[in-house]
């Protein structure tokens, strides 16, 4: 008597469903109050097979995260790879991400809540988003340079500097304090470019041009 063949699963799909709704319920009720079993019940799986594909909870936080970081790099890729002048999409980029980061403190406060824990602890993933977004700056300074833009000598060490510059209207928490202690973080923003474009050798924009490109960027993001 023939027994019906066993269809074999493909572990990425499982992964990446698993990974699905485990986002579900972080956006739903957060990551604290989301448990391994709530997502294998949903799943119907048992909890213990969900650990065949991921070790931890630990882990699959950890990837969710890394899913949220990769929407950032994406968005400051794009704008990298883009026909505009170097300093045009430096102004984008630093827009782009600042703006994304307040986004979602606003309309995904669990998420936030998660990319804050990552931060705080140090989690591998948040390690490679920083240098993620290093090279991308970098290949933008670079490109600058190369056109006659910029005047550093050091394109690595000019976007290290450019990021950690950044780093209070990139870090979650930063970006968190300023909101509830009502501050506009715009006008700040605005200065920061305008310095950092000055240390990397450019003249000074007509500010109409810049704030064009600052607001629209806004724009685009928001739609």
Request: glycine residues 4%; neutral net charge; hydrophobic residues 45%.
């Amino acid at each position: 008597m023939n027994r019906p063949a066993r269809t074999r699963t493909d572990p990425d799909k499982v992964r990446t469903r698993i990974l699905e709704v485990a986002e579900a319920h972080f956006r739903h009720i957060g990551y604290q109050k989301t448990s391994v079993a709530d997502i294998a019940s949903e799943l119907g799986m048992s909890t213990a097979n969900v650990y065949r594909f991921f070790p931890s909870k630990g882990a699959i936080k950890e990837s969710i995260c890394g899913l949220v970081v990769n929407e950032v790099a994406e968005i400051a890729s794009r704008i990298a790879q883009s026909s505009a002048p170097a300093a045009e999409k430096l102004i984008r980029l630093l827009t782009a991400v600042h703006h994304h980061g307040k986004t979602i403190l606003v309309k995904e406060q669990r998420m936030h809540d998660l990319i804050v824990a990552a931060m705080h602890e140090n989690w591998a993933v948040t390690k490679a988003h920083i240098e993620r977004m290093v090279t991308i700056l970098e290949a933008i300074i670079r490109e600058g340079i190369e056109a006659g833009e910029f005047k550093v000598e050091d394109p690595a060490e000019a976007a290290r500097a450019v990021h950690t510059a950044f780093t209070a209207f990139f870090h979650p928490i930063l970006i968190e304090h300023c909101l509830e202690h009502g501050e506009e973080t715009e006008a700040g923003l605005r200065a920061q470019i305008h310095f950092s474009l000055k240390a990397l050798g450019k003249p000074n924009m007509p500010s109409w041009t810049f704030a064009s490109l600052m607001n629209a960027e806004v724009k685009n993001m928001s739609g």
